[in-house]
């Protein structure tokens, strides 16, 4: 077998050719990666910057904690400067033991258990309700019924030596959710700081739920108490926490209970680039905030036909709204306020999902010859 030996020249000559071979394929393969990228800005109205929704997703994803943050640290502040005496305002209520002095006659000194019904009774005067009153208030009953037949200026104290423990819940979305044994005059604002404050999902809303003070009494007990029935009181934990209106921080009975839902949400799917549900947190929300919290769109989106489906308020139905997002996010649209549950859905664009993955399908190809290039 005979073996031909080509000349030097000639392998050289063909080994220039097929460099200029590879680089050839390389600048097509460029040249096709343009044109595609052209192609797609042309055909899809320009999303938002991903990394200018990535930094605005990030500021209003954590907005929740520092409203909550702020609304707890009231919370304390408040507990620590409204009240020095905590038993101040404090109402007597059955089975306290009150501790009862007379500066003038020391014979009238008496330490009394307040009865189931409410009642005390006290030489001279006999039989006295005392259910419902201040220390202080008391003290002006007795001394006026005093100095009414007795005495002339007498001078009344009257000190709760034991308070009777009391029962109030505290449910929904609080760090330590827990029914409290607790003694003295309690607060919303109280019994918020023994919770351990707000978690972050929690509302804007509190229920405070009152049972009815006749259940375990006689008829006649019944008759005698206050309200009657169960009551529920709505309180805006915005004005009470934020805004400072005290006038919202009740007083609370035992068997009290304080229930905070969590917060309302919309839902955001589809092509976009982190879909989840987002907290509303007493807050209006608009489409295009909802759609930013959820990072944008893809490239690959229809935002055009962006629908929100939403449930009436009545639950007798369904209602699908459809919008543009493009031109919402342009001004030429007026946006969209979402309600409590509304599912936001940016479907996919057929023609733009392909070139889409015709770009990535090249970048590939690019990315191997590049690789066998270098070899």
């Known amino acids: 077998m005979t073996y031909h030996v080509l000349p030097g020249d000639l392998i050289e000559k063909w080994g220039r050719m097929f460099a200029h071979t590879k680089r050839r394929i390389a600048i097509v393969t460029l040249i096709c990666l343009l044109l595609v990228s052209l192609i797609i800005s042309c055909v899809s109205a320009p999303p938002p910057e991903r990394e200018a929704a990535s930094s605005l997703h990030t500021a209003r994803g954590t907005e929740s904690s520092p409203y909550v943050k702020a609304m707890n640290e009231s919370i304390l502040m408040r507990t620590l400067t409204t009240k020095s005496d905590p038993y101040r305002d404090y109402k007597i209520g059955p089975e306290d033991l009150l501790e ?187 489409l295009s905030q909802a759609v930013v919290l959820a990072g944008g769109v893809k490239p690959q989106a229809k935002g055009s036909h962006t629908r929100i489906f939403r449930y009436s308020q009545t639950g007798t139905g369904r209602e699908i709204i459809t919008a543009n997002i493009y031109d919402i996010q342009k001004g030429k649209r007026e946006d969209i306020y979402l309600w409590n549950n509304d599912i936001v859905i940016v479907p996919k664009h057929g023609a733009k999902a392909f070139l889409v993955g015709v770009k990535e399908t090249l970048t590939g190809v690019f990315s191997i010859g590049y690789g066998l290039g270098s070899l």
């Open 100 to 286: 009862i002095s007379v500066f003038e006659v020391e014979k009238l000194n008496k330490t009394v258990r307040v009865s189931f019904q409410g009642e005390i009774g006290l030489p001279l005067l006999g039989t006295l309700k005392a259910k419902g009153l201040t220390a202080r208030e008391l003290e002006e009953k007795i001394r006026y019924l005093l100095a009414e037949k007795y005495l002339q200026d007498p001078h009344i104290t009257v000190f709760v030596k034991e308070y009777h423990s009391q029962r109030i819940s505290v449910i929904g979305a609080v760090k330590e959710p827990e029914v409290f044994e607790v003694t003295g005059q309690k607060t919303i604002l109280d019994m918020l700081a023994m919770a351990g404050g707000l978690k972050d999902d929690a509302g804007n809303t509190l229920f405070l739920i009152r049972p009815s003070r006749s259940e375990g009494k006689t008829p006649e007990a019944a008759q005698d108490s206050e309200g009657g029935g169960p009551r529920t009181f709505v309180i805006n934990l915005e004005e009470l926490l934020i805004e400072g209106d005290l006038t919202l921080n009740l007083p609370l009975m035992n068997g009290d209970v304080i229930n905070i839902p969590v917060s309302d949400k919309v839902f955001v799917g589809g092509e976009v680039w982190k879909p989840g549900g987002f907290l509303l947190k007493g807050k209006k929300m608009t």
